[in-house]
């Protein structure tokens, strides 16, 4: 995405860099290693098109990188930028935790 398409605010820009769900979740996984296509492609459980499709936008935005390490092998990681996102995906699994665990007393609570 070019700089000057970005949105002046600032929760705007980072949901137009990775709010799809695949893409946050491809961050996910290149936050423990790098991988193969295919490695991501079953982790993920996602169609190749859509793999395809975020990997090119991620690449193209600067957040990983694709090398090709021999003939027919590609691995992605993350570029320096998109370990920024750490904190972000950390803060994101420390609040769905909190949130499943408020559901199940609520749910608790309205069964009782």
Do not use: H
Not at 39 to 68: M, P, Y
Not at 84 to 106: D, F, H
């Amino acid at each position: 995405m070019d700089y000057k398409e970005l949105s002046s605010n600032p929760v705007q820009v980072l949901l137009q860099l990775v709010g799809a769900k695949w893409k946050l979740l491809i961050i996910q996984e290149l936050l423990k290693s790098e991988m193969r296509f295919s490695q991501l492609k079953k982790k993920l459980g996602c169609t190749a098109k859509t793999l395809v499709s975020c990997l090119k936008e991620l690449e193209e935005d600067g957040l990983i990188v694709r090398e090709e390490v021999e003939e027919n092998r590609v691995e992605y990681y993350l570029a320096d930028v998109g370990y920024t996102l750490r904190p972000v995906i950390e803060a994101m699994q420390k609040w769905g935790k909190e949130y499943k665990k408020l559901r199940k007393l609520m749910n608790n609570l309205n069964n009782k």
